[in-house]
């Protein structure tokens, strides 16, 4: 089946990203073009869905629709509400979708180190790279760095983290 098919049927999929790097991501497709797949995710812990997730296309050569018993994990299906909250169109390759959460927390993973992850709130985004106002880990405004796009493996957003992230950000 192909991810356009998934899209329609708004079925949960696993992404292996493997042998790029070693995730899986859970949740329901939005979006799959030649740039990006987007991802509205599933909490495991939850048993219901939780933001979003980004990775550009070229990462990931498999995937895995849920089997029909698999479905029981899904507690709560609030997938429209939080789906309600985005505009899908806006979201076409990576540098687009940056620009569409400008002002907005976003948490990135680079292929250059797999276990840091950035937090931050999106400045500027150019064809090339964006720039992030970084949180630290005690939730206090850190340094501005600039990321090049070809250099994030993953971008998520929207997701209960960020949220708690932003209350407590002084």
Avoid at 44 to 73: A, C, L
Wanted: glycine share 2%.
């Amino acid at each position: 089946m192909k991810l356009k098919e998934i899209i329609n049927a708004r079925q949960i999929i696993d992404i292996d990203t493997a042998p790029n790097t070693d995730n899986v991501y859970t949740g329901v497709c939005l979006i799959a073009n030649s740039e990006i797949v987007m991802l509205l995710n599933f909490d495991q812990e939850n048993g219901e869905f939780d933001g979003f997730t980004i990775v550009q296309n070229r990462d990931f050569e498999k995937f895995r629709i849920w089997e029909d018993d698999e479905y029981s994990e899904l507690k709560n299906d609030n997938s429209e509400n939080v789906i309600a909250t985005i505009d899908l169109n806006s979201f076409i390759d990576l540098e687009t979708s940056l620009k569409n959460l400008k002002s907005k927390l976003v948490t990135i993973f680079t292929y250059n180190d797999e276990d840091t992850f950035f937090v931050g709130k999106v400045l500027e985004v150019n064809n090339d790279s964006v720039e992030l106002h970084l949180i630290t880990q005690d939730a206090k405004w850190s340094d501005v760095e600039s990321f090049k796009l070809n250099d994030i493996s993953y971008l998520g957003f929207e997701t209960s983290y960020e949220k708690e992230i932003e209350k407590n950000v002084t």
